[in-house]
């Protein structure tokens, strides 16, 4: 059984930057894919980031590009996500997943994490 961890969050002001990270704990087959989705009050859940580790491929929403970096640690199973210049819209849950496959910004079999919240404040 695997348990998806997340670490970081928090509040900052417009133009501040936050890292969340994200550990996968225990035994997933398949696992090959870890990454960040996220859900503003209101409003529905939508992929951020995430990172194919066969191939070393990344996927980041046209909202963050620019801005949100992604990077993994495939040994450890850890994700992390860099977050700068941010913006009062990026406020949201930000829940991590750890799955089998993912396209786009899609996941394929994924655990998910409980989620730490992000605030921006203008």
């Known amino acids: 059984q695997l348990q998806v961890v997340e670490s970081g969050g928090g509040s900052v002001q417009a133009g501040g930057s936050l890292r969340l990270s994200c550990a996968a704990i225990g035994y997933k087959y398949r696992m090959k894919c870890m990454g960040w989705v996220r859900q503003a009050p209101g409003k529905e859940r939508g992929g951020v980031a995430n990172s194919y580790f066969p191939e070393s491929r990344t996927y980041l929403s046209d909202s963050v590009k620019g801005r949100f970096t992604i990077s993994h640690d495939h040994a450890k199973k850890k994700v992390y996500l860099q977050m700068n210049n941010l913006k009062p819209e990026d406020t949201a849950m930000y829940y991590c997943?750890?799955?089998?496959?993912?396209?786009?910004?899609?996941?394929?079999?994924?655990?998910w994490g409980q989620g730490p919240q992000v605030i921006v404040s203008s």
């Open positions: 997943a750890a799955a089998e496959d993912c396209v786009g910004e899609y996941f394929v079999e994924a655990d």
